[in-house]
């Protein structure tokens, strides 16, 4: 009776620390979205997320229009916006309910799979919710946030699968489905620590060869959906999906003029997002298989570029963002560690409360940071391009956003796009059209009805969208962009011809006359 009980009380203390976590994730990520009022926050969340619902809506199911292969995520939101009828309500709720799931999933890992106290497992949850690059993950990289939560709970039964009943093998391998379906780094990175831990197990030679691969099979189907999927998609595509070359592809704007800018935004936005933690994570590495594969295998995604930087798998950045998941568990290692070790020397009453500061000091500092992040744009101005102070870390906004109080705008200028684009389509008629940048396609169509004549010039100038307009011949060709001398993507002024027609705040209706 005694044992009977304990495993209650214990069950209960893990299910109240876990719903704790899910709650840290929820609440530190849905604080910015009260701030910001009805308006959703993060780039892809508006300019990818909110259109291919918008399409699967209207009954156009080709999730790979909008690269979306991994598309798990989009039926979730999808779902959500079902329920609630409201586009911009459901991706609004969502992102911290992902966050918090995340969270959660993280403690999960923690307790379960690291074997870690609920205590030491709540610390990982505090540090990794509240770290900056964290909520540059949460920001609008749903699909990531996704795959990361199913991910952790893999983990969890895969780092014990020599031990698990069929019936759990069966539940990890559809965890490892689920990944695949949710996002291709994340799935990437999962099918490589699956073949590493077995190429492991085969080269120690602690089990026989013949019992290690029919472990191995059990796998099989997932990393085999993550072929089929990569080859359907590279043959839709005719080239290997999200590869680029650093020199000649343009992503969101950002372009390298040489090798030496292309090292120092890795060197540069790499210390700025991991230096301070490096004393951490050193104190608190350990050999941990599944950790360090885990490492080894995003370091490499991260640094590729400085080697071999005209092809790569998916933007060195996006590989960087998979980097804090391990190092926060790292750090929070080196913090336990310092504390024990300080507690096992019995040394003074000032070096124990040394020891203890860090477990209360470090996730303060982190969560001020994190709120000061939140707050105020860091690196640039809410209008502008240019830097509005650390100078040095400028470039940086194109990987960690400098507000993140937005989404492919500031939100306090939302409600001036609106009234921009509701003026416009009331204006658009057959010998009209909008040309459109990639970062307003997603509110185009919010605003704009559909039949009604747009044109997406993605992140080019916008004489090119002008030039495209022109080709087709169009008679009236409007653009909403900022006032003169203000705007973001390089793009402080509009071609020669564009008249102000209608201003809403920082936001205008431009309007070009073919004659």
């Given at each position: 009776?005694?044992?009977?009980?304990?495993?209650?009380?214990?069950?209960?203390?893990?299910?109240n620390a876990a719903f704790l976590a899910f709650l840290v994730g929820f609440v530190i990520r849905g604080f910015p979205e009260v701030l910001a009022?009805?308006?959703?926050?993060?780039?892809?969340?508006i300019t990818y997320y909110v259109p291919a619902m918008e399409s699967w809506?209207?009954?156009?199911?080709?999730?790979?229009?909008f690269n979306y292969y991994f598309t798990l995520c989009i039926w979730l939101l999808y779902l959500g916006y079902y329920l609630s009828g409201n586009i911009l309500l459901t991706v609004k709720i969502f992102g911290p309910l992902l966050y918090g799931f995340l969270s959660s999933s993280l403690f999960f890992f923690t307790t379960k799979g690291l074997n870690w106290s609920n205590r030491k497992g709540l610390l990982a949850c505090i540090i990794f919710s509240s770290y900056f690059v964290s909520l540059r993950i949460s920001w609008d990289l749903y699909r990531n946030m996704l795959g990361l939560s199913l991910f952790f709970i893999f983990l969890s039964f895969f780092k014990q699968h020599n031990n698990l009943s069929n019936k759990l093998k069966l539940t990890s391998s559809i965890l490892a489905t689920l990944v695949i379906l949710s996002h291709e780094i994340t799935g990437?990175?999962?099918s490589l620590i699956?073949?590493?831990?077995?190429?492991?197990?085969?080269?120690?030679?602690?089990?026989?060869?013949?019992?290690?691969?029919r472990s191995s099979l059990w796998f099989a189907p997932p990393l085999l959906l993550f072929l089929l999927i990569f080859s359907l998609t590279a043959s839709q595509l005719n080239a290997i999906p999200g590869s680029l070359n650093y020199f000649t592809n343009i992503d969101r704007g950002i372009t390298y003029d040489s090798y030496q800018s292309l090292v120092s935004d890795i060197f540069i936005v790499g210390i700025l997002c991991f230096g301070g933690l490096l004393p951490f994570i050193i104190r608190g590495f350990w050999s941990e298989r599944t950790l360090n594969l885990w490492l080894v295998v995003c370091l490499i995604g991260f640094l590729w570029p400085i080697a071999y930087p005209w092809f790569e798998m998916a933007p060195w950045n996006r590989w960087m963002y998979m980097l804090v998941p391990p190092s926060i568990l790292y750090v929070v290692n080196g913090i336990d560690r310092s504390y024990n070790s300080g507690m096992a020397k019995k040394t003074s009453n000032c070096h124990k409360r040394k020891f203890f500061s860090w477990k209360v000091l470090l996730p303060i500092i982190v969560l001020g940071v994190s709120i000061f992040y939140i707050l105020f744009p860091l690196f640039v101005s809410p209008y502008s391009v240019r830097a509005s102070f650390l100078g040095p870390f400028?470039?940086?906004?194109?990987?960690?956003?400098g507000a993140f109080l937005s989404n492919t705008i500031p939100v306090d200028e939302c409600d001036n796009l609106e009234s921009c684009l509701k003026f416009v389509n009331s204006q658009l008629d057959n010998n009209s059209v909008l040309i459109i940048h990639e970062s307003l396609r997603g509110w185009a169509s919010l605003y704009i009805d559909e039949g009604k004549n747009v044109i997406n010039y993605h992140f080019n100038?916008?004489?090119?969208g002008l030039q495209n307009a022109l080709v087709q011949g169009y008679e009236k060709i409007y653009l909403i962009w900022w006032a003169d001398n203000l705007g973001w993507y390089n793009q402080t002024s509009v071609p020669t011809g564009f008249k102000q027609i209608s201003?809403?705040?920082?936001?205008?209706?431009?309007?070009y006359q073919n004659e």
């Open positions: 009776m005694p044992t009977q009980m304990l495993k209650i009380t214990s069950f209960f203390r893990f299910r009022g009805k308006w959703p926050l993060g780039f892809d969340t809506r209207n009954g156009n199911f080709n999730s790979a229009e990437a990175i999962m699956i073949v590493g831990t077995f190429a492991f197990e085969i080269i120690e030679r602690k089990r026989p060869v013949t019992k290690i691969l400028e470039r940086a906004s194109a990987y960690i956003p100038n916008h004489s090119e201003t809403s705040g920082h936001m205008v209706v431009y309007l």
